[in-house]
């Protein structure tokens, strides 16, 4: 079953290098395993939108993929990345930055997972 969690390939450098930098060792498999039940968008797929993530927000390009992916699946976005919550609300996604919205992303969360208990 796949759960409401997008992302794209490069999400899966970017898990190996900040658990490499906690001194936690990744293999593909881990990667895998951790990632099995995310949707995993191609690049293809979100370019043209990322595109326009940069031309609008001048963002990171690295950071429009993840702007872009949220906004061509209609989900929030979540991150540790200041910058880049304030760019993608600056292109219309809901974006909550994980230090001081904690309690707020969990309330969502579990009023997602109600939700599809009740459907």
Do not use: W
Request: with cysteine; aromatic share 10%.
């Amino acid at each position: 079953m796949k759960t409401c969690s997008y992302s794209y390939r490069v999400f899966l450098l970017e898990l190996v290098s900040v658990a490499g930098r906690l001194n936690i060792s990744l293999s593909k498999n881990d990667v895998e395993e951790l990632t099995a039940n995310f949707e995993v968008l191609s690049e293809d797929f979100l370019f043209d939108e990322a595109f326009k993530v940069v031309q609008e927000t001048h963002s990171r390009a690295v950071d429009s993929y993840f702007i872009s992916a949220a906004k061509s699946t209609s989900s929030a976005l979540v991150s540790c990345d200041k910058r880049m919550i304030e760019n993608a609300k600056k292109f219309g996604v809901k974006a909550y930055y994980l230090p001081e919205e904690l309690d707020k992303i969990i309330k969502i969360i579990k009023e997602f997972k109600d939700s599809q208990v009740k459907t």
